[in-house]
Protein backbone atom coordinates (compact mmCIF):
# COMPACT_ATOMS: atom_id res chain seq x y z
CA UNK A 1 0.00 0.00 0.00
CA UNK A 2 1.11 3.37 -0.69
CA UNK A 3 1.51 5.26 1.99
CA UNK A 4 0.66 9.03 2.48
CA UNK A 5 4.18 10.11 2.75
CA UNK A 6 4.73 8.58 -0.37
CA UNK A 7 2.19 9.81 -2.17
CA UNK A 8 3.46 13.44 -0.81
CA UNK A 9 6.67 13.02 -1.97
CA UNK A 10 5.69 11.58 -4.81
CA UNK A 11 3.66 14.44 -5.52
CA UNK A 12 6.28 16.67 -5.24
CA UNK A 13 8.48 15.14 -7.54
CA UNK A 14 6.19 15.18 -10.31
CA UNK A 15 5.61 19.22 -9.79
CA UNK A 16 9.82 19.44 -9.65
CA UNK A 17 9.80 17.84 -12.64
CA UNK A 18 7.22 19.71 -14.39
CA UNK A 19 8.61 22.74 -13.19
CA UNK A 20 11.94 22.20 -14.76
CA UNK A 21 10.18 20.77 -18.07
CA UNK A 22 8.36 23.89 -18.61
CA UNK A 23 11.61 26.14 -17.69
CA UNK A 24 13.28 23.41 -20.14
CA UNK A 25 11.02 24.31 -22.92
CA UNK A 26 10.70 27.93 -22.33
CA UNK A 27 14.27 27.79 -22.97
CA UNK A 28 14.16 25.70 -26.72
CA UNK A 29 11.21 27.72 -27.57
CA UNK A 30 13.86 30.31 -27.67
CA UNK A 31 12.27 33.40 -25.82
CA UNK A 32 14.12 36.59 -25.57
CA UNK A 33 15.57 37.36 -22.32
CA UNK A 34 13.39 39.42 -21.02
CA UNK A 35 10.82 36.42 -21.57
CA UNK A 36 12.74 34.16 -19.79
CA UNK A 37 13.14 36.25 -17.17
CA UNK A 38 9.66 36.41 -16.29
CA UNK A 39 8.96 32.48 -16.58
CA UNK A 40 11.52 32.50 -13.77
CA UNK A 41 10.33 35.15 -11.70
CA UNK A 42 6.77 33.56 -12.04
CA UNK A 43 7.99 29.79 -11.04
CA UNK A 44 10.04 31.47 -8.29
CA UNK A 45 6.91 33.44 -6.85
CA UNK A 46 3.87 31.53 -7.67
CA UNK A 47 5.42 27.95 -8.23
CA UNK A 48 7.82 27.77 -4.96
CA UNK A 49 5.99 30.38 -2.97
CA UNK A 50 9.16 32.52 -3.10
CA UNK A 51 8.40 36.22 -1.66
CA UNK A 52 11.60 38.26 -2.74
CA UNK A 53 14.60 37.11 -5.13
CA UNK A 54 17.64 38.34 -5.85
CA UNK A 55 19.76 37.44 -8.77
CA UNK A 56 23.79 38.20 -9.89
CA UNK A 57 25.47 37.50 -12.82
CA UNK A 58 29.02 38.06 -13.45
CA UNK A 59 29.85 38.96 -17.17
CA UNK A 60 32.06 40.77 -18.94
CA UNK A 61 34.49 41.44 -15.98
CA UNK A 62 31.82 42.94 -13.77
CA UNK A 63 28.80 41.41 -11.32
CA UNK A 64 25.74 42.56 -12.58
CA UNK A 65 21.97 42.47 -11.18
CA UNK A 66 20.12 40.42 -13.43
CA UNK A 67 16.85 39.99 -11.56
CA UNK A 68 15.58 42.10 -8.49
CA UNK A 69 11.63 40.62 -6.86
CA UNK A 70 9.94 42.15 -3.61
CA UNK A 71 13.61 43.59 -2.75
CA UNK A 72 13.66 47.73 -2.71
CA UNK A 73 16.46 49.76 -3.80
CA UNK A 74 17.98 50.23 -1.02
CA UNK A 75 18.62 46.55 0.07
CA UNK A 76 19.82 46.15 -3.76
CA UNK A 77 22.67 49.11 -2.69
CA UNK A 78 23.67 47.58 -0.23
CA UNK A 79 24.97 44.45 -0.91
CA UNK A 80 28.25 44.21 -2.70
CA UNK A 81 28.80 41.16 -4.76
CA UNK A 82 32.64 40.96 -4.31
CA UNK A 83 32.57 41.36 -0.07
CA UNK A 84 29.05 39.76 0.67
CA UNK A 85 28.53 36.68 -1.14
CA UNK A 86 32.20 35.82 -2.71
CA UNK A 87 32.13 33.43 0.14
CA UNK A 88 29.62 31.30 -0.72
CA UNK A 89 30.39 28.09 -2.56
CA UNK A 90 27.35 25.97 -1.43
CA UNK A 91 24.01 26.76 -1.09
CA UNK A 92 23.46 28.15 2.77
CA UNK A 93 20.49 29.18 4.84
CA UNK A 94 21.37 32.32 6.63
CA UNK A 95 18.30 32.87 8.62
CA UNK A 96 20.27 31.98 11.67
CA UNK A 97 23.27 34.25 11.50
CA UNK A 98 22.68 36.82 8.85
CA UNK A 99 25.41 38.88 7.61
CA UNK A 100 23.94 42.53 8.12
CA UNK A 101 23.91 43.36 3.93
CA UNK A 102 21.46 40.43 3.84
CA UNK A 103 19.58 39.82 6.78
CA UNK A 104 16.55 40.68 4.67
CA UNK A 105 17.20 37.52 2.87
CA UNK A 106 16.93 33.37 3.94
CA UNK A 107 19.15 31.79 1.55
CA UNK A 108 22.17 31.91 -0.77
CA UNK A 109 22.48 30.09 -3.77
CA UNK A 110 25.45 29.88 -5.80
CA UNK A 111 25.44 29.38 -9.35
CA UNK A 112 27.89 27.42 -11.07
CA UNK A 113 29.18 26.25 -14.82
CA UNK A 114 31.92 23.84 -15.47
CA UNK A 115 33.44 24.65 -12.28
CA UNK A 116 33.10 28.68 -12.33
CA UNK A 117 30.87 30.80 -10.32
CA UNK A 118 28.71 32.80 -12.30
CA UNK A 119 26.13 34.21 -10.38
CA UNK A 120 24.26 34.14 -7.14
CA UNK A 121 20.58 33.95 -6.01
CA UNK A 122 19.45 35.34 -2.92
CA UNK A 123 16.07 34.34 -1.63
CA UNK A 124 13.57 35.50 1.25
CA UNK A 125 10.65 36.81 2.90
CA UNK A 126 8.59 33.58 2.88
CA UNK A 127 5.24 33.15 4.55
CA UNK A 128 6.17 32.42 8.10
CA UNK A 129 3.20 30.84 9.01
CA UNK A 130 3.26 28.49 6.27
CA UNK A 131 3.14 25.27 7.42
CA UNK A 132 5.45 22.15 6.94
CA UNK A 133 8.75 22.72 5.67
CA UNK A 134 9.76 26.06 4.82
CA UNK A 135 9.45 26.73 0.87
CA UNK A 136 12.90 28.06 1.31
CA UNK A 137 14.64 24.91 2.62
CA UNK A 138 12.73 22.15 0.66
CA UNK A 139 12.89 24.21 -2.67
CA UNK A 140 16.66 25.53 -2.48
CA UNK A 141 18.63 22.39 -5.06
CA UNK A 142 15.52 22.89 -7.29
CA UNK A 143 15.78 26.72 -7.29
CA UNK A 144 19.49 26.14 -8.26
CA UNK A 145 18.62 23.89 -11.25
CA UNK A 146 16.87 26.20 -12.69
CA UNK A 147 18.52 28.99 -12.20
CA UNK A 148 21.65 27.90 -13.49
CA UNK A 149 19.64 26.58 -16.54
CA UNK A 150 18.75 30.40 -17.12
CA UNK A 151 22.36 31.65 -16.01
CA UNK A 152 23.62 29.63 -18.64
CA UNK A 153 21.06 29.87 -22.21
CA UNK A 154 20.99 34.25 -21.14
CA UNK A 155 25.24 34.01 -20.89
CA UNK A 156 24.28 31.77 -24.89
CA UNK A 157 22.23 34.50 -25.82
CA UNK A 158 24.70 37.09 -24.82
CA UNK A 159 27.30 35.68 -26.79
CA UNK A 160 24.99 34.58 -29.59
CA UNK A 161 24.01 38.20 -30.04
CA UNK A 162 27.40 39.33 -29.88
CA UNK A 163 28.76 37.14 -32.56
CA UNK A 164 25.79 38.36 -34.69
CA UNK A 165 26.74 41.98 -34.20
CA UNK A 166 30.62 40.67 -34.83
CA UNK A 167 29.52 39.63 -38.04
CA UNK A 168 26.97 42.19 -38.88
CA UNK A 169 30.48 44.72 -37.75
CA UNK A 170 32.63 42.46 -40.17
CA UNK A 171 30.53 42.97 -43.30
CA UNK A 172 30.06 47.01 -42.58
CA UNK A 173 34.20 46.84 -41.98
CA UNK A 174 34.05 44.40 -45.52
CA UNK A 175 31.42 47.23 -47.43
CA UNK A 176 33.63 50.38 -45.70
CA UNK A 177 36.44 48.91 -47.05
CA UNK A 178 35.26 48.33 -50.79
CA UNK A 179 33.85 51.74 -50.67
CA UNK A 180 37.01 53.09 -49.31
CA UNK A 181 39.27 51.38 -51.97
CA UNK A 182 37.15 52.89 -54.48
CA UNK A 183 37.93 56.22 -53.34
CA UNK A 184 41.72 56.11 -54.05
CA UNK A 185 43.11 55.75 -57.47
CA UNK A 186 44.28 52.48 -58.51
CA UNK A 187 47.77 52.12 -60.80
CA UNK A 188 45.97 51.16 -63.37
CA UNK A 189 43.48 54.69 -63.06
CA UNK A 190 46.83 57.21 -62.29
CA UNK A 191 47.38 59.36 -64.89
CA UNK A 192 50.49 58.65 -67.58
CA UNK A 193 52.58 60.82 -69.28
CA UNK A 194 56.05 60.79 -70.95
CA UNK A 195 56.32 63.56 -68.46
CA UNK A 196 56.64 61.94 -65.16
CA UNK A 197 55.92 58.51 -63.86
CA UNK A 198 53.71 58.04 -60.52
CA UNK A 199 54.08 55.38 -58.22
CA UNK A 200 52.06 54.74 -54.79
CA UNK A 201 51.77 52.20 -52.05
CA UNK A 202 48.59 52.20 -49.61
CA UNK A 203 47.91 49.78 -46.65
CA UNK A 204 45.34 50.87 -43.70
CA UNK A 205 46.36 49.52 -40.32
CA UNK A 206 42.11 48.25 -40.46
CA UNK A 207 39.92 47.16 -43.05
CA UNK A 208 39.29 50.85 -43.24
CA UNK A 209 41.93 54.03 -42.20
CA UNK A 210 42.48 57.45 -42.51
CA UNK A 211 44.71 57.89 -45.19
CA UNK A 212 44.00 59.37 -48.51
CA UNK A 213 46.18 60.43 -51.91
CA UNK A 214 44.68 61.56 -54.95
CA UNK A 215 46.38 62.36 -58.77
CA UNK A 216 43.71 64.19 -60.97
CA UNK A 217 44.81 65.75 -64.67
CA UNK A 218 43.51 69.24 -64.01
CA UNK A 219 44.39 69.89 -67.84
CA UNK A 220 47.02 68.37 -70.33
CA UNK A 221 50.02 70.43 -69.05
CA UNK A 222 48.38 70.34 -65.09
CA UNK A 223 48.90 67.35 -62.53
CA UNK A 224 47.03 68.14 -59.06
CA UNK A 225 48.26 65.51 -56.64
CA UNK A 226 47.82 65.14 -52.50
CA UNK A 227 48.24 63.27 -49.59
CA UNK A 228 45.88 63.37 -46.82
CA UNK A 229 46.04 61.89 -43.20
CA UNK A 230 42.83 62.18 -40.77
CA UNK A 231 43.87 62.06 -37.22
CA UNK A 232 43.02 58.59 -35.60
CA UNK A 233 42.04 55.59 -37.36
CA UNK A 234 39.13 53.18 -38.15
CA UNK A 235 35.79 54.03 -38.65
CA UNK A 236 35.26 57.52 -37.22
CA UNK A 237 38.85 58.14 -39.61
CA UNK A 238 37.87 56.55 -42.93
CA UNK A 239 34.01 58.20 -42.86
CA UNK A 240 35.85 61.74 -42.43
CA UNK A 241 38.16 61.21 -45.01
CA UNK A 242 35.48 59.45 -47.71
CA UNK A 243 33.70 63.08 -47.44
CA UNK A 244 36.67 64.93 -47.82
CA UNK A 245 37.78 63.16 -50.92
CA UNK A 246 34.49 63.89 -52.40
CA UNK A 247 34.87 67.56 -51.06
CA UNK A 248 38.84 67.65 -52.85
CA UNK A 249 37.03 66.53 -55.48
CA UNK A 250 34.15 68.96 -56.30
CA UNK A 251 36.73 71.84 -55.14
CA UNK A 252 40.23 70.72 -57.30
CA UNK A 253 40.01 72.59 -60.76
CA UNK A 254 43.04 74.00 -62.70
CA UNK A 255 41.71 77.57 -62.48
CA UNK A 256 41.45 77.31 -58.43
CA UNK A 257 43.96 78.95 -56.55
CA UNK A 258 45.19 76.92 -53.56
CA UNK A 259 45.13 79.60 -50.92
CA UNK A 260 41.16 79.80 -51.70
CA UNK A 261 40.62 76.39 -51.94
CA UNK A 262 43.01 75.30 -48.51
CA UNK A 263 40.21 77.70 -46.88
CA UNK A 264 37.38 75.69 -48.40
CA UNK A 265 38.53 72.45 -47.81
CA UNK A 266 39.35 73.88 -44.12
CA UNK A 267 35.39 75.10 -43.82
CA UNK A 268 34.67 71.62 -44.69
CA UNK A 269 36.36 69.44 -42.36
CA UNK A 270 35.30 71.76 -39.97
CA UNK A 271 31.93 71.18 -40.95
CA UNK A 272 32.04 67.07 -41.08
CA UNK A 273 34.80 66.39 -37.95
CA UNK A 274 32.71 68.57 -35.35
CA UNK A 275 36.48 70.29 -33.90
CA UNK A 276 37.01 66.35 -33.20
CA UNK A 277 39.36 65.74 -35.76
CA UNK A 278 41.86 67.69 -38.05
CA UNK A 279 43.58 66.57 -41.54
CA UNK A 280 46.99 66.92 -42.48
CA UNK A 281 47.85 67.37 -45.82
CA UNK A 282 50.30 68.17 -48.89
CA UNK A 283 48.62 69.60 -52.31
CA UNK A 284 50.23 70.02 -54.65
CA UNK A 285 49.93 71.71 -58.71
CA UNK A 286 52.30 70.52 -61.48
CA UNK A 287 53.03 72.22 -64.55
CA UNK A 288 54.88 70.34 -67.34
CA UNK A 289 55.45 73.15 -69.63
CA UNK A 290 56.84 75.33 -67.16
CA UNK A 291 58.14 72.82 -64.53
CA UNK A 292 57.03 74.58 -61.72
CA UNK A 293 55.34 72.80 -58.69
CA UNK A 294 53.69 75.02 -56.65
CA UNK A 295 51.54 73.97 -53.35
CA UNK A 296 51.21 74.22 -49.99
CA UNK A 297 51.86 71.83 -46.77
CA UNK A 298 48.79 71.95 -44.25
CA UNK A 299 50.72 70.33 -41.43
CA UNK A 300 51.62 67.28 -43.27
CA UNK A 301 54.99 65.55 -42.98
CA UNK A 302 57.17 67.03 -45.20
CA UNK A 303 57.54 65.49 -48.25
CA UNK A 304 61.14 64.94 -50.09
CA UNK A 305 62.33 66.45 -53.22
CA UNK A 306 65.72 65.24 -54.73
CA UNK A 307 67.33 67.03 -57.59
CA UNK A 308 69.82 64.86 -59.07
CA UNK A 309 71.88 67.19 -60.81
CA UNK A 310 72.90 69.14 -57.58
CA UNK A 311 72.53 66.15 -55.37
CA UNK A 312 70.50 67.71 -53.21
CA UNK A 313 67.40 67.01 -50.95
CA UNK A 314 64.98 69.67 -50.14
CA UNK A 315 62.06 68.89 -47.41
CA UNK A 316 58.63 70.72 -48.68
CA UNK A 317 57.33 72.58 -45.63
CA UNK A 318 55.48 75.66 -46.81
CA UNK A 319 52.06 76.25 -46.29
CA UNK A 320 50.11 76.25 -43.37
CA UNK A 321 48.17 74.58 -39.93
CA UNK A 322 46.17 71.59 -40.76
CA UNK A 323 42.72 71.22 -42.04
CA UNK A 324 40.17 71.74 -38.98
CA UNK A 325 42.41 72.56 -36.23
CA UNK A 326 40.84 76.36 -36.23
CA UNK A 327 37.75 77.71 -37.50
CA UNK A 328 40.02 79.91 -39.66
CA UNK A 329 43.15 79.42 -41.02
CA UNK A 330 45.32 82.78 -40.19
CA UNK A 331 48.06 82.37 -42.85
CA UNK A 332 49.09 80.44 -45.80
CA UNK A 333 52.35 80.27 -47.33
CA UNK A 334 52.52 79.36 -50.91
CA UNK A 335 55.51 77.07 -51.97
CA UNK A 336 56.95 77.16 -55.52
CA UNK A 337 59.56 75.49 -56.68
CA UNK A 338 61.76 74.19 -60.03
CA UNK A 339 61.16 70.92 -60.85
CA UNK A 340 64.62 69.39 -62.45
CA UNK A 341 64.59 66.52 -64.76
CA UNK A 342 65.41 63.58 -63.09
CA UNK A 343 64.29 64.83 -59.93
CA UNK A 344 62.51 62.62 -57.81
CA UNK A 345 59.54 63.53 -55.35
CA UNK A 346 58.09 61.19 -52.29
CA UNK A 347 55.16 62.14 -50.05
CA UNK A 348 53.94 59.60 -46.84
CA UNK A 349 52.07 60.09 -43.96
CA UNK A 350 53.35 58.87 -40.50
CA UNK A 351 52.81 55.51 -40.81
CA UNK A 352 55.63 54.95 -42.83
CA UNK A 353 58.28 56.59 -40.23
CA UNK A 354 56.59 56.37 -36.48
CA UNK A 355 57.49 52.86 -35.15
CA UNK A 356 56.62 50.77 -32.53
CA UNK A 357 60.29 49.46 -31.19
CA UNK A 358 59.74 47.60 -27.47
CA UNK A 359 57.20 49.78 -26.79
CA UNK A 360 58.69 53.07 -27.69
CA UNK A 361 57.50 55.01 -30.71
CA UNK A 362 60.32 55.90 -32.85
CA UNK A 363 60.81 58.31 -35.38
CA UNK A 364 63.27 59.52 -38.00
CA UNK A 365 63.32 60.42 -41.81
CA UNK A 366 66.86 59.27 -42.08
CA UNK A 367 66.51 55.79 -43.61
CA UNK A 368 63.77 57.52 -45.66
CA UNK A 369 65.96 60.23 -47.23
CA UNK A 370 68.53 57.60 -47.36
CA UNK A 371 66.88 55.54 -50.18
CA UNK A 372 65.76 58.69 -52.27
CA UNK A 373 69.10 60.48 -52.61
CA UNK A 374 70.80 58.87 -54.83
CA UNK A 375 71.58 58.12 -58.56
CA UNK A 376 69.07 55.08 -58.97
CA UNK A 377 66.16 55.25 -60.80
CA UNK A 378 62.74 56.55 -59.37
CA UNK A 379 61.50 53.16 -59.55
CA UNK A 380 64.07 51.24 -57.97
CA UNK A 381 63.51 53.79 -54.59
CA UNK A 382 59.83 52.82 -54.63
CA UNK A 383 60.94 49.05 -54.65
CA UNK A 384 63.04 49.92 -51.61
CA UNK A 385 60.04 51.62 -49.83
CA UNK A 386 58.16 48.97 -50.30
CA UNK A 387 61.06 46.52 -49.10
CA UNK A 388 61.43 48.71 -45.78
CA UNK A 389 57.72 48.63 -44.89
CA UNK A 390 57.65 44.74 -45.64
CA UNK A 391 60.56 44.36 -43.33
CA UNK A 392 58.43 46.72 -41.11
CA UNK A 393 55.57 44.36 -40.84
CA UNK A 394 57.08 41.14 -40.75
CA UNK A 395 58.80 42.76 -37.37
CA UNK A 396 55.47 44.18 -36.15
CA UNK A 397 56.40 47.56 -35.79
CA UNK A 398 53.30 49.46 -38.26
CA UNK A 399 50.79 50.18 -35.88
CA UNK A 400 49.04 52.99 -38.44
CA UNK A 401 47.83 53.64 -41.73
CA UNK A 402 51.10 53.80 -44.41
CA UNK A 403 51.01 55.57 -47.51
CA UNK A 404 53.69 56.43 -49.97
CA UNK A 405 53.24 58.64 -53.55
CA UNK A 406 55.89 59.59 -55.01
CA UNK A 407 56.40 61.28 -58.85
CA UNK A 408 59.61 60.44 -60.85
CA UNK A 409 60.19 63.52 -63.60
Known sequence: MVTRLKKRKTSLFQDRLNILLDIAQTINEEHSVEELLAEFESVLLNELEVGKVLVFTYHDGAWENLLSTGVDQTELQNIDVERDLIKY?????????????????????????????????????????????????????????????????????????????????????ELASRIQNQLVPKDKELPISTKYNISVYYRPQFEVGGDYYDFIKLSNNVLGFCIADVSGKGIAASLIMS?????????????????????????????????????????????????????????????????AHKNKLTQLEKGCIGLGMLDEIPSIEIGKV????GSKFMAFTDGLVELENGGQIESGLEHIEKILSNNKSFDSNMSEIKSLIDDHLKSDSLFDDVTVTGIGF
Open 243 to 307: NFQAVFRALFSTRINLKKLIHQLNEKVNDSANNEKFITMFLGKYNTITRKLTYVNAGHLPPLLFD
Open 338 to 341: KIEK
Open 89 to 173: SQIENITVSHPEQLKSFDSVIPLFHRYKCIGYVLIGDVDEEHQGISPTIKHLKLIQIISNLIIVFIENKKMQNALLEQEAMKKEM
